[in-house]
Structure formats: C-alpha cells, structure tokens
C-alpha cells in the first residue's frame, strides 16, 4: 500500500497546496470562484453584512453563515458600535496579507513563528461630504508594515515579500482600477 506524504508548514498541508495549483494549472475553471455580500442598512450609520456561500467552478457552495457589522465613530455622526468601512478595508486587506504570508512561506519551506500588520490611512472627509472635488473621497495612502518573526534570511524575507504583494488579490483590487458594476432598484414599492 502506497502511503503519501503530507508536509504542513504553518498550517498549510504543502502537499494540498500543491495539488491545488497543479489542478488549478491544468483545469482554469477549477480556479473560478465567485463571492457574494449582502448588506443592509440598519439605523443611522449602522449597517450588517451577511456572508454565507459562493460559487466555485459553476457550483454553489453553501457554508456557514458570518455577519460583520459596520458604523462610523461618534466623531463622523456615528456610534461607534463597530468598525467603519475604511476599517474593514483595512482589516480585509490585513487578512488577505496573512494568507498570503502563511501560504507563500509554507511553500518556500519557511516556518514562520509570527506576522503581524500595522496598517494605516488617512481619509479627508471633505471628497466623502463633496466639499471638495479636488479631495478624494477614500485613502490617499495605506501605510503597511509587516512584522515577520521567521528562520529565514533577508533575502528570502524579501522573496517572500514580493510574491505575497504580487499575488495579493486584495493589493491588487486596491492598487489597480476594479470595473464596478452599479444598478439601482427602487422607488415606491
């Protein structure tokens, strides 16, 4: 009986991740996901999101159901009950990274004992409010520094660096023009 090896590096069973790529390389649609959001208005500032499924190579695929909440702060009219929307940006963009971090190392053979985000960026809510059309109404800059605690030199840290940045789905949505597709459905009912 054969048996297969199962490396884990961080977490992430290498063999799986290999596999996948490998599937993914000779199968395109194997690759093809599609995620959903829904959010709605609750009062004021305040809003829920509701995440629950995707699709994936034409299947729908139903998981367990994430709420993640959103308000602003008292100083933007709000109540600080959760994050606002700059924050989940953020925080989505934190998220992604460490993905990124985890899987890349784990195929480099790096073991990582820590990683940590500090991310930040500044808003002038004068393009959000329309006062200024010379202001823009998001981020201007997102500062990112990333902590690595590894047993890796520098070069394979910036190694490392380079293809997480490379292939960040979230670094790339941020600093590339995405098409949005808006519509609107309403009025009185």
Not at 51 to 76: L, M, Q, W, Y
Not at 89 to 117: D, H, P, Q, W
């Amino acid at each position: 009986m054969a048996t297969t090896d199962r490396t884990t590096v961080n977490g992430v069973d290498v063999s799986a991740l290999e596999g996948a790529v490998e599937s993914i390389s000779d199968d395109t649609n194997a690759g093809m996901f599609t995620f959903r959001a829904e959010t709605e208005w609750v009062d004021a500032l305040k809003s829920v999101t509701t995440v629950d499924g995707f699709d994936h190579a034409g299947e729908t695929v139903s998981t367990r159901e994430f709420t993640i909440e959103g308000d602003e702060p008292e100083e933007i009219l709000g109540e600080r009950t959760a994050p606002n929307a700059v924050e989940l940006l953020l925080a989505a963009l934190g998220s992604c990274l460490t993905v990124g971090y985890a899987a890349n190392a784990a195929a480099m053979g790096i073991e990582l004992k820590s990683v940590r985000f500090e991310m930040d960026g500044d808003v002038d809510l004068r393009g959000f409010l329309g006062i200024s059309d010379d202001v823009r109404a998001g981020f201007d800059t997102i500062r990112c520094t990333v902590y690595v605690d590894a047993d890796a030199s520098e070069a394979e840290l910036a190694t490392l660096r380079e293809r997480v940045e490379s292939t960040s789905p979230l670094m790339d949505n941020i600093s590339n023009a995405v098409e949005l597709e808006t519509d609107i459905v309403g009025g009185q009912q």
